[in-house]
């Protein structure tokens, strides 16, 4: 099934620092996912679920807002 990894709820926008999964590539849940840059600190999102990442939705270097789509795991049952 299709589920969505949403920014984390920071306070404000955050820019995505770097991926560390490619698309195609498996994730377990908590792993981590991205990293995202704001005020100068990082913060890693983990995978909330167990399957493959499908879709990068937030590019490197993108400001992207609390509660929008970083990208979309499909999660193994």
Same mark, same amino acid.
């Given at each position: 099934?299709?589920?969505?990894? +949403?920014?984390?709820?920071?306070?404000?926008? %955050? %820019?995505?620092?770097?991926?560390?999964? %490619?698309?195609? $590539?498996? !994730?377990?849940?908590? #792993?981590? @996912? !991205?990293? /995202? @840059? /704001? %005020?100068?600190? +990082?913060? #890693?999102?983990?995978?909330?679920? +167990?399957?493959?990442?499908?879709?990068?939705?937030?590019? +490197? #270097? $993108?400001?992207?807002?609390?509660?929008? /789509?970083?990208?979309? /795991?499909? $999660?193994? $049952?």
């Amino acid at each position: 099934m299709r589920k969505p990894v +949403t920014m984390p709820d920071v306070g404000a926008p %955050a %820019a995505v620092s770097v991926w560390f999964v %490619a698309p195609g $590539e498996r !994730v377990f849940s908590g #792993d981590r @996912l !991205v990293e /995202i @840059l /704001i %005020a100068g600190a +990082t913060i #890693d999102v983990p995978a909330p679920v +167990t399957g493959r990442l499908l879709e990068r939705a937030a590019l +490197t #270097d $993108e400001n992207v807002a609390p509660g929008q /789509i970083l990208g979309f /795991i499909d $999660e193994e $049952e």
